[in-house]
Every structure is written in structure tokens, then in C-alpha cells.
């Protein structure tokens, strides 16, 4: 049987050459070069070859790359995976996620310096000079699992011929290493980034995340709190047919508008695809307008995100974001943040009110003068009466009841109002009587001779319906109803 090891280190060697593909891809050109070569009339003599490094993620616990030019970052092998190799980017003391296979290009270049065409051993100091060791374009040190370390620098690019000239800190033996390899180690830290990534718990996908996000807060500066909780599957069934996964928490109690709630609220989330990073290690979060910024909050199970939303930036297209637990701040040119303006009343379902049947004694409807009221029998302990009701005293059985009951919870929402709530009284009202105690009121007040504003319980809905969805939903019921007609299932 091969070892897990074996196939780790098969996996990792067939990575490792399509990562370093993908890697001189990515790299712009001008990358490797620097500004001044080796100014000699002859190269050294060649003395032969030999080798500074060959170790792997089994030897080594870290590289650090310290470029001249350049921001020094981190290679750090995370150990808490035991399946996969896989590493964490450390810059400016800040961990952020980066992309694996570049990470591992790089970190296998640092620590594999083999087979090296060699200048010169032991060379003196002014030939150290000359090679550009007094000033090294780049350092790195590869921290050994055992504690120890090595260090080697990159000298100036040969003035003719392929590669810049590189020593190990610790000898004076000077070395070629040719232009591949330093074009890779030469990669500049924004480069592996992932930035294409919101940091969801590993092997979710877009689709799980979708249906497994739990609960879900939008603060908004100035602003009331938007906070939504998606129910159990056993809840759900539980509930009228018709009824959303999610329950409105705050600003108000009600049901969500499942569509608003997923493809407009998560949206930034599940599809955040930042094109830049701005600043890591971000020293003032006002510029970006980020120091009271708008929070996005998703949970699931024990994991929980929060994504951090800050100005339309006036440099570039796009949106300043940050996603906390990572010091940078990123651009993100694609997002539909529209959801920043949106009134709380858009997240509530088509459906005006839900509560589950075995919560209701009755409902009392007002109709345009007309007063109608449902009684509703509920099934008794030992299950021998079924659920019945009577309209107006005359029984009407358990699907009619049921059915009647439904139409009166369906009434949909035709579109958002910010009217005044008219002086007056209502042209339709329905009042649900609970079998605990306790009353709810739904009223409808004509806003011109179509349109109607939805208040419950004293308070704009700040949305309204029409007499068309009035009559088709509630008042048509009636009809079939007093005309001996069984209502038809919806």
C-alpha cells in the first residue's frame, strides 16, 4: 500500500508544475527584472556546479521573503491540515488567504536550490561587491522544523546570460540561478492574495451556502437593524403553504421575501469578487469611509462572517470593502450593493400575515360594511373532531375552512408605500382572534380607487395591494362560499 505521504508528495510534485505554469501566467514580464546588471568586461569562470537547498514541507515550517523593493511577507505551512499541503500568508503581521498553488510554487522554489551553476567558492568581499551582495534585490530565510534556519540572497541580474547570482548567507560560494526560478521568487505579495473568496467554513459552495446560511444581520448607520433567521425545515412544513424559509426578526416581526432575501441581501456575500487590495495593514479606515461602516452578518452552525462596506471609491469603480479578521481593505467593482438604500418593508413576503391555523379561535372580516367571522373548531386531545368551521354559524368543514383561512393569509403586497396612513376607517379589515388571547389586525385604507395601504396593528406596512388581489384572494371566496361551492385548492 503507498504511504499517505507517498501520495501527498505525487499530488504535490503534479502540482507543482501546473502551479508554476499558472504563476509565470499571472507574473507581469517587467517582474524580475532590476535596474542595474553586473558591469564586468568578463564573466567569472565557471566552477562547476552545486547545491544550496532541497527540502520540503516535511523539513520546513516557513519561508520569509524580504524583497528589497517590495513588502516581505510570509510563507507559513499550516499544519492543522493533514490531508493536503496547504499554507497561510503572513504580511504586515496580518494573516489573509492566498492562492495554493502559487504559494506553493514559490515556497518550493525557496526551498529548492539544486544542481546551481557555480561562479566562484569563497569569494572576497569585493567580488561579493560586485556580484550586488552588498545590497541583495532579495532575501529569504527558510525556518527549519527543528528550529534551525538558513538565509540566501539574490545578487544583481547577469550582465549576459540567464539568471541573477545567488549565495546562501552563511558561505561566500556564488551561484547562477536562472530567470524561471527568479521570476518566481521574485513575485510581489499582492499577487497571492485570493482576494476572489468571502471565508466561508472549507467545502461549502455556493449552492450549500445558499440554503445553510441560518441568520443574517444588516446594520446600517443611522438606520434601523435588518435581522432575519431562516427556519428549521420542521417549522417550515409546519406552516401555511406558501409560507418563506425566513422570519423577520427586526425592524419588525413578519415573513421574509425569500427571492429579495437571497438574491439581493446575500448576494454581496456569496459573491463577493473583489479586483483589488487598496491597503493592507490599514493605518486610518475613514479614508475608505470604514470606521463606522455598514456591517453584512451571516451565520451558520458555529461559524459566523461579517463583511464591512465603506464608500463608492472616486479613484476607481467600485465599492471600498473589508471583510473582518483581515487588515486590508479591497475594491470590489462588481457587487449590487442597491440593498444599502433598501426600505425594510421590501424584505417582507407576498404574504401579509402568518400564523399557523392552531393559533386562531377566529377571524373577524370587515368587508366594505360587511362583517363576516370565521369560527374555527379546533381538533380535540384525544383526535376524535376533526378541525371544522363555521362562517357566520353555518359549518363549512375542515378543506373549506382551511382553504378560506389560506386565501385570508395571501393577500400579496403589490409594491412599497411611504403614504401616511389615510383619515377615516379602513374599507377592509381582518382581525385574528388567538386561542391563547389576544387579537392582531390587518386593515386595508383605500389610497385612490385602486390602491390600498396595508397597516397592521395601527402601523403602515409601508407597502400596499389592490382591490383586484383584495377580490381575488379574499373577497371571491366569500361568493363560492355563499353560493354552496367548495373553494378550489390554491
Do not use: C
Request: aromatic share 10%.
Amino acid at each position: 500500500m503507498i504511504h499517505r505521504k507517498t501520495v501527498i508528495l505525487i499530488i504535490v510534485a503534479a502540482a507543482v508544475l501546473i502551479s508554476g505554469i499558472l504563476l509565470l501566467t499571472l507574473l507581469p514580464e517587467s517582474g524580475t527584472e532590476t535596474d542595474t546588471d553586473v558591469q564586468t568586461e568578463t564573466q567569472p569562470d565557471i566552477a562547476g556546479t552545486g547545491n544550496l537547498i532541497r527540502a520540503s514541507h516535511l523539513d520546513v515550517d516557513s519561508v520569509i521573503m524580504m524583497p528589497a523593493d517590495g513588502r516581505s511577507y510570509t510563507l507559513k505551512v499550516d499544519r492543522t491540515e493533514t490531508e493536503y499541503l496547504k499554507f497561510e500568508i503572513i504580511a504586515e503581521d496580518a494573516v489573509f488567504p492566498g492562492m495554493q498553488p502559487v504559494m506553493y510554487t514559490i515556497f518550493t522554489q525557496a526551498t529548492t536550490l539544486f544542481n546551481l551553476t557555480k561562479i566562484t567558492e569563497n569569494a572576497n568581499n569585493e567580488q561579493l561587491s560586485l556580484y550586488g551582495f552588498d545590497t541583495p534585490v532579495l532575501t529569504w530565510r527558510v525556518n527549519f522544523t527543528d528550529g534551525s534556519s538558513d538565509e540566501f540572497a539574490l545578487g544583481l541580474r547577469l550582465a549576459t546570460g540567464n539568471g541573477h547570482y545567488i549565495r546562501s548567507t552563511a558561505d561566500n560560494d556564488v551561484y547562477i540561478l536562472d530567470n524561471s526560478a527568479v521570476q518566481i521568487l521574485f513575485t510581489d505579495v499582492d499577487y497571492i492574495y485570493d482576494i476572489y473568496f468571502f471565508p466561508f467554513p472549507e467545502g461549502w459552495n455556493d449552492f450549500e451556502v445558499w440554503e445553510f446560511i441560518d441568520h443574517l444581520i444588516l446594520e446600517r448607520p443611522g438606520e434601523e437593524t435588518i435581522e432575519i433567521r431562516r427556519r428549521s425545515f420542521d417549522e417550515w412544513a409546519d406552516l401555511p403553504i406558501g409560507a418563506s424559509r425566513y422570519d423577520i426578526i427586526q425592524p419588525f416581526s413578519g415573513e421574509g421575501n425569500e427571492q429579495v432575501i437571497r438574491n439581493i441581501l446575500m448576494e454581496p456575500i456569496i459573491n463577493v469578487i473583489p479586483e483589488r487590495i487598496i491597503e493592507t495593514g490599514v493605518r486610518d479606515p475613514a479614508i475608505y469611509g470604514l470606521d463606522d461602516p455598514v456591517r453584512l452578518i451571516a451565520s451558520m452552525e458555529d461559524w459566523e462572517g461579517t463583511l464591512l462596506i465603506g464608500n463608492q471609491s472616486a479613484e476607481f469603480r467600485g465599492r471600498y470593502i473589508m471583510i473582518e479578521g483581515y487588515d486590508a481593505v479591497l475594491l470590489d467593482p462588481h457587487g449590487n450593493y442597491g440593498f444599502l438604500e433598501m426600505n425594510p418593508s421590501q424584505i417582507r413576503s407576498q404574504m401579509t400575515w402568518i400564523h399557523y391555523i392552531d393559533e386562531v379561535s377566529s377571524i373577524v372580516f370587515e368587508l366594505d360594511g360587511v362583517r363576516r367571522t370565521l369560527d374555527i373548531g379546533h381538533p380535540t386531545a384525544n383526535g376524535e373532531e376533526p378541525l371544522n368551521g363555521l362562517l357566520d354559524g353555518v359549518e363549512i368543514g375542515e378543506s373549506n375552512t382551511r382553504r378560506l383561512y389560506a386565501a385570508a393569509m395571501s393577500i400579496p403586497s403589490s409594491g412599497g408605500s411611504d403614504a401616511a396612513i389615510p383619515g377615516g376607517e379602513p374599507v377592509y379589515r381582518m382581525t385574528m382572534n388567538f386561542v391563547r388571547g389576544g387579537s392582531q389586525s390587518l386593515a386595508f385604507y383605500s389610497l385612490n380607487d385602486s390602491e390600498f395601504l396595508m397597516v397592521l396593528d395601527g402601523e403602515s406596512l409601508e407597502n400596499f395591494t389592490t382591490r383586484l388581489q383584495i377580490q381575488l384572494h379574499l373577497l371571491n371566496q366569500f361568493d363560492l362560499l355563499d353560493a354552496g361551492e367548495d373553494l378550489p385548492m390554491k
